[in-house]
């Protein structure tokens, strides 16, 4: 069965779904098999696979809303291993089209349900809030929730919104879901600004804080608008290294468990 995170975190620009897409490249890198379902209406990790959500028949919002299968909307990627359940503008409907439906807030669960067996592991990318595209994800994460945390100026902003919802997530729709991790993204060595962020989530979080440091890389920032990730556009890059290394961090952990 696969093992399934949403990552999560209201805060916009913080690298979320840069982590998102380049862990699960390197996921698959290691011979898992990785479906990432872009869970967000700006489309992002779509379009970071280089994939334009606009054009295609389907997207998540057709599972979501209109019941079709998810095996007929996910597609294959450029990474082997990888398969993607694109989002677009579309998608953002979902949110007020939910309001009404029996069972809200398990759309997401159900719909994965038949595709479980497929893989090993399950990314959801959430947009950046708190509203019901989110809180479906919170409720199909049986293995938790990976925050990526900027080491910035108010990292820890919005941290206690978002650690209300999983909570009430847990008592009433999810009772295994927790924050199964936190990613430091943008460090900057130059900084002491990013020394004191990272020590500071690393005193609050111990258990939940990944080892793995993502520094503030420019060819991460770039490889996007290519509709690439890391480890195609720049493998030998700091930031791929990283991401790499992440990777690994998280199947040891899982080994582990």
Not at 51 to 70: A, E, M, T
Not at 168 to 190: K, Y
Not at 221 to 226: F, G, Q, R, V
């Amino acid at each position: 069965m696969a093992r399934i995170y949403a990552f999560a975190n209201q805060k916009g620009g913080v690298g979320k779904t840069t982590t998102a897409v380049n862990l699960s490249a390197y996921l698959a890198a290691a011979g898992k098999r990785v479906l990432l379902v872009d869970a967000d209406p700006q489309a992002n990790a779509t379009s970071s696979l280089g994939i334009d959500g606009s054009i295609l028949p389907y997207c998540l919002y057709d599972p979501i809303i209109n019941r079709k299968p998810l095996a007929e909307v996910i597609i294959s990627t450029a990474h082997a291993n990888l398969e993607l359940a694109p989002s677009a503008p579309a998608l953002a409907g979902a949110e007020v089209e939910l309001v009404s439906m029996f069972a809200r807030e398990h759309q997401l669960r159900k719909m994965l349900e038949p595709v479980i067996a497929a893989f090993d592991h399950i990314l959801l990318d959430c947009p950046p809030s708190l509203g019901l595209l989110t809180v479906n994800a919170l409720t199909a994460a049986r293995d938790g929730v990976i925050v990526p945390i900027q080491c910035e100026y108010l990292a820890l902003e919005g941290l206690g919104r978002l650690w209300q919802t999983i909570q009430l997530v847990r008592e009433h729709l999810n009772p295994r879901v927790s924050i199964s991790g936190m990613v430091l993204t943008m460090f900057d060595p130059r900084t002491n600004l990013s020394m004191q962020v990272v020590n500071e989530v690393r005193k609050h979080f111990p258990e939940q804080t990944f080892r793995t440091i993502i520094p503030r890389n420019v060819r991460l920032s770039e490889a996007p608008s290519y509709g690439q990730t890391i480890l195609a556009y720049a493998p030998t890059s700091t930031g791929a290294a990283a991401y790499a290394a992440l990777a690994q961090e998280l199947l040891a952990r899982e080994g582990a468990a």
